[in-house]
């Protein structure tokens, strides 16, 4: 079971700009890649290893398709680390991949709560500038936001997160990590 | 000051107002069994909530076990104020949790007056036991019993797929 909350920010300078081109010279330091996804377990299926997305967000929508791939293979990672609990440590993991394409590096970090949520964060790996530190702090507040989104009365848990408020945490969040 | 009292004057108006809904709408048979349900419907939606919130800052749990440890202390202090009195299990899967005074049945009765009411009264408590369970990964099955109030006893069945 995986809540997996993809939140993709490719480039946060196209997103400020929208439509408007953006060339670095326009739009300050290089883009980063920034991917979010959120997987959740509570719709029990047989078929599909209660691991389906609950929220997806990334910046740049082009290439999501690649992130949402990067993810679901991430996902595998996740389960191996969660079922080698033989002791009691953090429920905080991360997943390093490194080089996962040859032609852009990701780095993809991945959190689990005790109700079995993952948030998975892909980030661009030219952007060095996003710490260990920062990145656990980001899980933390994606995990203070959904438990508010869990606790909500019309929240069903199990349904695609619409939670202005997540939204607005996670566009937040984006913005910060350029 | 009154806080305490606060969530069991709450539930003791959610009981009545569920079944004096179904009993305007007729046929007592039903009723029984479908205000029992809506109630520990309620108690599940709260329960997967509520562990959402309480093990936001724990470590993640070894075994079975260990969450039903978590249930009968943290939980059990967070909602009722005090912690379950007795643990049992078969270790393949049953847990009795066995609480000598339950906040929501102290006001009834120190023996067995007004004993075939309990049930009601603690059906939302189940769902929320049930819900708590589920959101933390384990599907199961909860029934309570008293038979001398104000203790009663939750059972815990995980049902292995």
Not at chain 1, 66 to 79: A, C, G, P, Q
Not at chain 2, 139 to 147: F, G
Request: charged share 20%; with cysteine; glycine share 6%.
């Amino acid at each position: 079971m995986a809540v997996c909350i993809a939140v993709i920010a490719k480039e946060v300078c196209s997103y400020w700009a929208g439509t408007k081109a953006c060339t670095p010279s326009t739009c300050g330091p290089a883009p980063y890649t920034f991917y979010l996804q959120v997987f959740g377990h509570f719709f029990f299926s047989p078929l599909f290893n209660q691991n389906y997305p609950l929220y997806i967000r990334s910046v740049p929508i082009q290439n999501e398709l690649k992130f949402h791939y990067t993810v679901h293979t991430s996902l595998d990672v996740v389960e191996e680390k969660i079922s080698a609990v033989g002791k009691a440590m953090a429920d905080q993991r991360e997943l390093y991949l490194g080089l996962l394409y040859p032609t852009e590096d990701y780095k993809v970090y991945g959190y689990v709560t005790n109700s079995k949520v993952k948030f998975v964060i892909v980030v661009d790996s030219s952007n060095t500038s996003l710490r260990d530190n920062e990145i656990r702090s980001m899980f933390r507040k994606l995990h203070n936001s959904f438990t508010d989104v869990m606790c909500n009365p019309f929240y069903n848990p199990g349904d695609t997160i619409q939670s202005k408020a997540f939204d607005s945490m996670v566009t937040a969040m984006m913005v910060q990590a350029s | 000051m009154a806080d305490d009292v606060l969530f069991e004057f709450l539930h003791m108006e959610m009981v009545s107002h569920i079944y004096k809904d179904q009993a305007s709408r007729g046929e007592m048979e039903k009723d029984r069994a479908t205000c029992v349900s809506t109630l520990e419907g309620m108690g599940f939606r709260v329960g997967q909530g509520l562990i959402e919130r309480f093990t936001k800052d724990s470590p993640s749990f070894k075994d079975d076990l260990d969450v039903m440890k978590f249930i009968c202390k943290d939980f059990w202090i967070n909602v009722f104020r005090k912690q379950i009195d007795n643990l049992r299990t078969n270790h393949q899967g049953t847990y009795v949790l066995q609480d000598n005074k339950f906040a929501l049945l102290t006001q009834f009765s120190n023996g067995k007056q007004y004993l075939e009411e309990a049930p009601k009264y603690l059906a939302y408590s189940c769902g929320l036991v049930r819900g708590a369970l589920s959101n933390l990964g384990m599907d199961c099955v909860v029934t309570a019993e008293v038979s001398l109030m104000p203790s009663c006893k939750f059972q815990v069945v995980i049902q292995k797929i």
